[in-house]
């Protein structure tokens, strides 16, 4: 069967040209719930390249996520290129990328694939086309957002920028999109042998040569435990020693190095603000709440003192429910709304203050780039949702029901009563004044849009 999609981009051909040679262009292009490439740091439309992605969200054990591995054959006449299967799940695969100039100053993506089911599968052909359709329409917004805001920060020269964490949720989109903007990226890893680009550090031991970053611009510490496990006593005190070990051997080796970065842009959480605040509008300004990760994110963000004394610009990005189909709590809930049993976490009327995979890390980018931004800042959508009212959405989007409350004794099972308590039963209307008043844009400021992106619903 073959299938023939085309989008246009207002960005010249040579600037679209140039953002599919970075590393970074392929992770920016792959929904992070469809498939894991292989080298998420490596790029090129080259003939001979060979690129490979785990299919399947990256929660799911590599060893049942099949492996499709495809190889770029040839170019294409006017710009692009070919890529072909070498082996993965079609009988035959070829891939002609278009990337044409439209005559009009703009970009034509014209995509034309040929592709085998495997026998027996044929009766789903009307399927995949709609799935292939879906998935290319996502791919040209993402491009489309992607380019606008490396457009919006054009005029800052190319910086290195240093990232821990960067194998994670956010971290790994983070380091594709300043990638694939041009930025050099290092990642800080905790193995003793590193390969090109990376650093090596061990915030249990304490270890970060500070000759290893100093000749980078900016910091960004991603790092910590996971939150969204059962809350044991063990695995609090791992999530705070995860947190605040690793801030402070970084703020400190910041302090010591007079010509190394200027800036760190540090990872946080509106879990300061406490679980339940109905009711208010809480700003940066915002003193804090109570709870465990009340107490964690004050101490967190004073983690970072060090720097700061030592006058480096230091940005704490606050972070809401960051809503991916590759992690975090939309995740768990999509099953249930397949099944035509999904329905809202908490109380029908509290506030939940969310925000895409994508424009978080777009907001993390900004906070880089941005040399006027300093200190707390929120990083969520402009425009909060009821429990009742996220619910409906998601269940609009999928073309499910979502009628039926999860029970509270469910998210107990996973979390524990007190997890459950500060991270499922919240009421939290979060104000992202502050973030949109720096110049940051919201690629995704409705729910249903941002979902629908998400879920590549076309």
Known sequence: MRIEIEHRLDAPQAEVLAWHERPGALVRLTPPGLATPDAPGEGGIRPGRVVGVRVGPPVLPMLIRPHWVLRHVERVPGGGFVDQQVRGPWRSWRHEHGILDDA?????????????LPRHLDH??????????????????????????????????????????????????????????????RRMVREDRVGTGEVTWDPQTGQLDPADIEDADVVVNLAGRSIATRWTSAARRDIRSSRIGGTTLISRTLAQLEDGPTALVQASAIGLYGPRRPGEVLTEDDPGGDGFLADLVRDWEGSTHAARDAGKRVVAVRTGMVLSDAGGSLLPQLPLFFAGVGGRLTAKRAKLSWITLDDITRAFAHAVLSADLEGPVNGVAPHPVTAGEFARTLGGVMHRPSFVPVPEFGPRL?????????????????????????????????????????????
């Open 124 to 185: 789903l052909a009307p399927r995949v086309e709609r799935a292939v359709q879906a998935q290319f329409a996502f791919r040209a917004r993402q491009l489309r957002d992607d380019l606008a805001f490396h457009a919006r920060w054009a005029h800052v020269p190319r910086l290195t920028v240093v990232i821990t964490g960067s194998s994670g949720l956010i971290g790994t989109q983070l380091a594709a999109l300043l990638e694939s903007g041009g930025h050099t990226v």
């Open 104 to 116: 009009r100053g703009g970009t034509l993506l014209r995509d034309v694939i040929d592709l085998e």
């Open 414 to 458: 996973l979390l524990g009563r007190a997890g459950a308590d500060e991270l499922v039963r919240t009421d939290q209307h979060v104000s992202d004044a502050h973030l949109a008043a720096s110049g940051f844009v919201s690629a995704h400021a409705e729910l249903g849009e941002g979902l629908a992106h998400l879920l590549v619903r076309g």
